[in-house]
């Protein structure tokens, strides 16, 4: 045993918590989500750990509607007597993959860890729900149940997996569970259940594991109990038909109801909760006439029950005959068999069977032992059904939820692992298990017990005596163990037990005698026959098993289940048994805070290692934080998980190494490294959501350039180099243009704008700048301030305003050339733009959406194109005529009222677009038919941001924003990296490959930077206008390499000029 060195101790304390729980309350509290801070979220940060502190802490978060609190990993949860708000879907969300400290304590934040490090870890996980009975034990493991199920995927077979796993609950309720005092919904029985999982973590199946059924509840309660749930739930919910097959009356009338005077619990709805079970029998798939003979037996076991005995010279005889017809027929035997084999019994004797009469207490206590075992092995049998339902071919993944006392002893573990720390008392259980259950030296309770019951004969009389006398001789002395008149005492864990001696002896036999197993053998049900499967003649005689042994035997296999999975805990905290709502006891606070070791969990945690994993587990979890270690560390893994550590500067007094584990002390280091290791996954995130946007705007803008091919099909010959180009929507960056934008309302969508040329009615052209957009098509010029102040500077003017209403159509010749009429009631506009088929298709999808109907487009070689009227003169039209020329540029001749346009064959009107040809290249590279008609540059300003010009004549053709979508595609939009960030995105498939080391050359081709270029990645340089660097390579893609101030990257060609 670890002695306590209380000065030591807090002095650490002291030292080492002090400060911390300062910076570790502004550091992590989650009051920036805004909800109102009660005392501590963890009692580690207690700034004094005393049985009172922690008490307080308690009760004022109680009072303020908290009912969960953490000390480190563990929960405890205060029965609140009232439903919280804080149990929807909200939280669901909110606490799913979230980190501990994120949000408040919570029973859903262990749920959501439980199930990540499940999957994470590939381990299995368990938790262990302790505290007192009304103490919330079973509504926490529903809730755990309840979210694991919403947070989890899985199609329809999960689902019906979920469904069985929710349903069992209300079944099993329903057969095991029962008013007390101190608990209307009392679990009188222990439950381990397991929630199986797949590779994927869908909950695919299930295993349930009960342990020691209340038996002696189907017989007799005390005063303010009742029996199991499912008695009165029939009989108040059974329909009129099944009252009468079942014999159904008021349950005073039967004597396993009467006893206590107890019918009704407040809240509970007997008859609706009755329809639920029958729900519940369903959905688990227990056939219809299987479900009708489980309430045969329930209503059988009653009218057994009401089988009374009187004595008749020393023997017992059934008192009313009249009574055994019923359960008789209800249970499928032969009511006289039935009476025979509860006033006697066969008796095997040295070779030969003798029968034995009983008496009176005798017979009634067989009564009750057939009415128990019928109940336990119908309750057996209900959760196998739900087993069955829901077993899985093999096992893969599970979380265990065990609804049962616990304890947590980890102390062991530092010595084993050779851990510095230090050590601090705590009572070890050890002492009162090994009183209980040791085998020698000297025996335990168990033990005396087996053995007394062994060498007991039939009617077991006078066998507690002799059990009190060895108990007494074997641990008499045992600092836990006294005895007194009726029987002994323990001193358990939480407190002394008394233990009443009287009958012990034959409840440890536990042993059905042959005659009721046969009796019920004998019944014409089968379903009733296959809950009793003894092969009673070829049994072996061997020692028969007892209730202890039976007990033991659980436990072990149930420690060793545990044992396999990482454990997690709740302790359960009843705050009063006034099952009022806002009801503190503070006596009853303090015991629980006592017995379940709270102050020990708190010191414990602050003194040692709050967390503790295997080094291969570790190098798992947090192999992403760094290169080495992803996907897997090569060497030694100790070395391994000091790298990590090392590498998120955690201070050495921080962790120790063990010799298979690593021990990391506070819970702030920890976070440290789960924060690192969420924000590395969170980037990953990131780069996945961004290739992934990046590939669904690519397909948008393939769709779109098939259905723009479809508008030029047939009709009219491409330019060689148009076919395979991208559309990017918005050619003049109007984002960087407010002079442009304050023609347009404040968030009006952008879906095409470009510099165009028009032409009047002297076939003059002209520049214009042509934006299309939901509302309609505008035309923006230059013009020179006639007037004012700011007269003689040129200024954007809206020379015109089309909208979708008026225009009347679209015609275009069916040469390769890129003119364009656009027809509306007043007057039509002649234009010519390299971009017109993505204007083209843009325009004629939102002029169907508005108007509802499609745009007319026609080709033919003769257009006609109305002027507008001016003034006297004006109006009329003029003939757009074209004619095959040489080349593929246009050549224009203007003559009177006919303009002609010579141009050469293009590709045939069949052309199409080719897939997977020039994907995603960047914005066409010269291309003859711009060179005729663009201006060289843009309003002759140079872009502070945008790319300039690629080749030497031509104006900057850049994308600025992707808005040439349709519909919502806002999630395109990933933050502004400016004009050449999004150029060059459009471009990464067209980057060159990485460039070789650069090699000391004395001096290569250099640059001079004409304007000023920020690096958009990793991989490129930036540099300012006027800085002259090495040129390491040119490529063709327009993404030169470059070596700038030492470092080597990628920069536009075109920002620079060569030297
Ligand atoms: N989180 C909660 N919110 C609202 N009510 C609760 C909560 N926990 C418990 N209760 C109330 O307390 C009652 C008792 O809880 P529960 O049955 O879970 O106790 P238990 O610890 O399982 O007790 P036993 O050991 O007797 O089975 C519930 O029926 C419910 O009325
Ligand atoms: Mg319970």
Redesign the pocket.
């Known amino acids: 045993m670890w002695r306590l060195q209380s000065e030591e101790l807090n002095l650490w304390i002291y030292n080492h918590t002090h400060t911390d729980t300062q910076t570790l309350n502004a550091k992590y509290h989650w009051q920036s989500q805004n909800v109102k801070q009660s005392g501590v979220d963890d009692m580690v940060l207690l700034s004094k750990i005393t049985e009172d502190a922690i008490v307080d802490n308690l009760k004022k978060r109680y009072m303020d509607d908290y009912?969960f609190t953490y000390i480190g990993p563990v929960l405890i949860?205060i029965?609140?007597?009232?439903?919280?708000p804080y149990f929807t879907d909200r939280e669901v969300e909110l606490y799913q993959g979230a980190a501990q400290y994120e949000n408040p304590p919570h029973i859903y934040a262990l749920s959501d860890y439980m199930y990540r490090n499940m999957m994470i870890d590939a381990e299995n996980q368990c938790v262990i729900i302790s505290?007192?009975?009304?103490?919330?034990?079973?509504?926490?493991?529903k809730?755990i149940m309840g979210y694991i199920s919403k947070v989890s995927g899985g199609g329809s077979k999960v689902q019906h997996v979920k469904d069985i796993i929710l349903q069992s609950n209300p079944l099993l309720e329903a057969f095991g569970?029962a008013k007390?005092v101190?608990?209307?919904?009392?679990?009188?029985f222990g439950k381990y259940f397991e929630i199986q999982f797949s590779r994927g973590g869908e909950p695919d199946g299930g295993k349930i594991s009960n342990f020691l059924l209340e038996k002696s509840r189907v017989v007799n309660q005390n005063e303010n109990e009742r029996n199991f749930h499912i008695y009165y739930q029939m009989i108040e919910g059974a329909n009129t038909q099944q009252k009468q097959d079942l014999g159904i009356m008021t349950p005073d009338y039967y004597y396993y109801l009467n006893q206590s005077g107890t019918y009704k619990v407040d809240?509970t709805n007997d008859s609706k909760d009755f329809q639920e079970t029958m729900e519940a029998m369903q959905v688990i798939g227990i056939p219809g006439d299987i479900q009708a003979q489980v309430l045969q037996i329930v209503a059988g076991i009653l009218h057994l029950g009401n089988i009374s005995f009187i004595e008749a010279g020393n023997y017992g005889q059934v008192e009313s005959t009249d009574l055994l017809a019923f359960p008789a027929y209800l249970l499928g035997i032969d009511p006289n068999r039935l009476q025979d084999k509860l006033i006697s019994r066969k008796w095997d004797g040295k070779g030969e069977s003798i029968k034995v009469t009983l008496n009176q207490e005798q017979a009634t206590y067989t009564r009750d032992a057939l009415a128990k075992a019928l109940y336990a092995r119908l309750f057996d049998y209900l959760v196998e059904a739900v087993n069955k339902a829901i077993q899985k071919p093999c096992e893969e993944f599970s979380t265990g939820v065990l609804?049962i006392y616990g304890f947590e002893i980890f102390q062991e573990e530092y010595v084993q692992e050779g851990i510095k720390w230090t050590p601090i008392e705590y009572f070890n259980n050890k002492i009162v298990c090994d009183l209980i259950e040791n085998k020698l030296n000297p025996p335990g309770i168990m033990s005396v017990l087996d053995d007394v019951c062994a060498t007991m004969h039939a009617k077991g009389e006078g066998a507690d005596g002799t059990l009190l006398q060895k108990l007494q001789a074997a641990v008499g002395t045992h600092e836990h163990f006294n005895s007194w008149n009726y029987g002994f005492v323990v001193h358990h864990y939480a407190g002394k037990v008394s233990y009443d001696i009287k009958g012990f002896c034959e409840r440890n036999r536990d042993v059905l005698f042959p005659d009721l197993i046969e009796l019920m053998q004998s019944s014409e049900y089968h379903f009733i026959c296959s809950l009793f499967p003894e092969k009673l003649n070829t049994d072996k005689k061997s020692r028969p098993t007892t209730a202890s042994s039976k007990i033991k035997k659980q436990a072990n296999d149930l420690v060793s289940t545990l044992m396999k999975c990482t454990p997690h805990y709740i302790r359960?905290i009843?705050p009063n048994e006034t099952?009022r709502p806002k009801d503190w006891e503070e006596s009853r606070g303090r015991h629980q805070v006592e017995y379940l070791g709270l102050r020990e969990n708190i010191r414990v945690r602050r003194a040692g290692f709050a967390y503790r994993r295997p080094f291969n587990k570790f190098l798992m979890r947090y192999a992403i934080l760094t290169a080495e270690t992803w996907p897997c560390w090569r060497g030694p893994e100790q070395q391994g998980v000091l790298h990590l550590l090392r590498s998120v500067n955690m201070d050495t007094d921080q962790y120790q190494m063990g010799r298979n584990k690593v021990f990391v002390k506070n819970p702030e280091s920890l976070f440290l490294l789960e924060e690192m290791r969420e924000r590395k996954f969170d980037t990953f995130a990131r780069i996945i959501q961004k290739s992934w946007r990046r590939c669904i705007a690519r397909k948008k803008y393939e769709q779109m350039r098939e259905e723009a091919s479809d508008i030029l099909y047939n009709s009219k010959e491409r330019r060689r180099n148009s076919i395979n180009r991208n559309f990017v929507g918005d050619y003049l960056g109007l984002e960087q243009r407010p002079e442009l934008r304050q023609f347009l309302a404040k968030r009006e969508r952008i879906d095409f704008a470009d510099s165009v040329n028009k032409f009047d009615r002297r076939f003059k052209s002209i520049k214009r700048d042509l934006i299309l957009t939901p509302k309609g098509i505008y035309l923006i010029g230059l013009e020179k301030v006639k007037k004012g102040p700011e007269k003689g500077q040129i200024k954007e003017v809206l020379k015109r305003k089309l909208e979708f209403g008026s225009i009347s159509g679209v015609s275009l010749s069916t040469r390769q050339d890129d003119f364009f009429i656009l027809h509306e009631a007043q007057y039509d506009s002649l234009l010519e733009s390299n971009f017109k088929t993505e204007f083209l298709s843009l325009l004629a999808k939102r002029y169907e959406d508005i108007n509802k109907r499609k745009l007319t487009i026609s080709f033919t070689d003769r257009l006609e194109f109305r002027v507008k009227k001016e003034g006297w003169g004006g109006g009329g039209s003029r003939m757009v005529v074209f004619l095959r020329g040489q080349g593929d540029l246009a050549q224009i001749k203007p003559g009177g009222k006919t303009l002609t346009i010579t141009v050469g064959d293009g590709l045939p009107k069949s052309s199409r677009h080719q897939n997977g040809a020039a994907k995603f290249s960047r914005a066409p590279q010269s291309q003859p038919s711009e060179i005729t008609y663009s201006a060289p540059n843009k309003h002759g300003r140079p872009p502070s941001t945008a790319p300039p010009k690629l080749g030497s004549q031509r104006a900057p053709r850049v994308p600025v924003h992707n808005q040439n979508n349709q519909g919502n595609m806002d999630f395109l939009n990933v933050p502004d990296q400016g004009m050449s960030g999004k150029q060059r995105k459009r471009s990464i498939s067209q980057r060159p490959p990485p460039a070789p080391k650069p090699q000391l050359r004395p001096q290569g081709p250099r640059c001079r930077a004409i304007y000023q270029y920020i690096g958009q990645d990793t991989d490129e340089i930036s540099f300012d206008v006027n800085e002259v660097f090495d040129l390491v390579k040119e490529d063709s893609s327009g993404w030169w390499t470059g070596r700038h101030q030492g470092r080597e990257g990628l920069f536009p060609g075109n920002y620079v000029e060569k030297i």
Do not use: H, L, W
């Not at 505290?131 to 493991?141: I, Q």
């Not at 101190?182 to 009188?188: C, K, L, P, Q």
């Open positions: 009912i949860s029965n609140p007597f009232k439903q919280m505290g007192e009975s009304g103490a919330g034990k079973t509504v926490a493991a809730y569970n007390t101190r608990n209307n919904n009392s679990s009188r809240g609804d359960c009843k099952k």
